[in-house]
């Protein structure tokens, strides 16, 4: 009964099976064997167009070190308040890039606008100012909410105009996938994305994440980045063998729908309780609530573990995963209609 986070679950059978596979036999080492070629060829196939895949074991560095490669030490990044790279990686897109300064920007359900983007990028040329170099996208976000097809070209449009590289955090990229139901070309390269930080690990991997890059001469350093930031695995076919059954017989897709219907489930029932209302739309599989503090609590003492005060008092926040099953949305649900009632009863 674990809503905490899409991290808390295994692996998926088809990845395992795939790394035992993989496990028979020699293969050349730090990312020169024919899986992980393969697998960057089946990444072109899946975006439609050339690209460079490297493959690194955590989304941390993966967007770290996407975003040193298309940010100087003295360049600005700009993100929402709430990105990941903001409050939730300790500091490495500053430490990969040698300083570079990340300027978080306000937005509502956890996303930026075009206008603020456009009145936030300054100082260009100006020796005394960080120089504007990227913006750096969620999608989904921190909210669970998704930026549509045209929201993602205004604010790479915004970007072109004033000289920014435009980078997306996909580490749920497979659920904003399915539920803005378009093409993984149509949500990245094609609305405007330099670089693609792919996570899989969240969806069904055991550790596995991909740099995509679509401007490939962002790409002419990445290997050496990634080298120095301990990424180049000896093994890399193991991550490779990950990446090879999440994309095979769309395990992907799969995964992300089932998570992101579970949540669309889970949010239902929890906001037509008394006392509870959505704090962003549920459009992946997080769900974020208002939810009144007794019920919360009663919740928690019943052995459901999600978090509390996620976004402030008040506010929680529930995650379902590719594993989770409709009997745990049905128990938790059916436990915080009783609850609920007693909580209205004692008020």
């Given at each position: 009964m674990n809503f905490a986070s899409d991290n808390i679950t295994g692996a998926c059978s088809e990845v395992l099976q795939a790394i035992v596979r993989h496990n028979e036999g020699p293969a050349l080492p730090?990312?020169?064997?024919?899986?992980?070629?393969?697998v960057e060829a089946r990444l072109k196939e899946v975006f439609e167009t050339d690209l460079v895949a490297l493959p690194v074991v955590t989304g941390t560095a993966c967007n770290a070190i996407a975003l040193s490669c298309m940010t100087p030490p003295y360049g600005a990044i700009y993100c929402h308040r709430d990105a990941h790279i903001h409050?939730?990686?300790?500091?490495?897109?500053?430490?990969?890039?040698?300083?570079?300064?990340?300027?978080?920007?306000?937005?509502?359900?956890?996303?930026?606008?075009?206008?603020?983007?456009?009145?936030?990028?300054?100082?260009?040329?100006?020796?005394?100012?960080?120089?504007?170099?990227?913006?750096?996208?969620?999608?989904?976000?921190?909210?669970?909410?998704?930026?549509?097809?045209?929201?993602?070209?205004?604010?790479?449009?915004?970007?072109?105009?004033?000289?920014?590289k435009v980078h997306m955090d996909g580490a749920r990229f497979a659920n904003a996938l399915v539920a803005q139901d378009c093409t993984p070309a149509e949500m990245t390269w094609q609305a405007g994305v330099d670089v693609l930080s792919f996570g899989a690990t969240k969806n069904g991997c055991l550790a596995a994440e991909a740099l995509l890059f679509f401007d490939k001469t962002l790409a002419v350093e990445a290997h050496f980045r990634r080298k120095r930031a301990g990424q180049l695995l000896s093994k890399m076919r193991f991550v490779?063998?990950?990446?090879?059954a999440y994309?095979?017989?769309?395990?992907?897709?799969?995964?992300?729908?089932?998570?992101?219907?579970?949540?669309?489930?889970?949010?239902?029932?929890?906001?037509?309780?008394?006392?509870v209302s959505a704090l962003h739309p549920t459009e992946i599989n997080e769900v974020f609530c208002r939810m009144p503090q007794a019920l919360t609590d009663a919740l928690l003492a019943a052995g459901f573990v999600f978090y509390d005060g996620y976004f402030?008092?008040?506010?929680?926040?529930?995650?379902?995963?590719?594993?989770?099953?409709?009997?745990?949305?049905?128990?938790?649900?059916?436990e915080a209609a009783r609850l609920a009632e007693r909580v209205q009863a004692a008020e």
């Open positions: 730090y990312g020169d064997d024919p899986l992980t070629a393969a409050v939730d990686e300790c500091g490495a897109p500053e430490l990969f890039t040698g300083g570079a300064k990340l300027i978080p920007l306000e937005g509502g359900d956890a996303k930026l606008t075009p206008e603020a983007l456009e009145a936030a990028v300054m100082g260009a040329g100006v020796v005394h100012n960080p120089q504007p170099a990227a913006v750096s996208l969620s999608q989904g976000t921190e909210g669970g909410t998704l930026y549509s097809l045209e929201e993602i070209a205004a604010l790479s449009a915004v970007a072109r105009r004033q000289g920014l490779s063998a990950q990446l090879e994309l095979e017989n769309e395990v992907w897709l799969r995964n992300a729908r089932h998570a992101n219907a579970m949540a669309a489930k889970l949010s239902s029932g929890l906001c037509a309780l008394p006392g402030g008092p008040g506010t929680v926040r529930l995650v379902c995963a590719w594993n989770t099953s409709e009997e745990s949305v049905d128990a938790l649900l059916d």
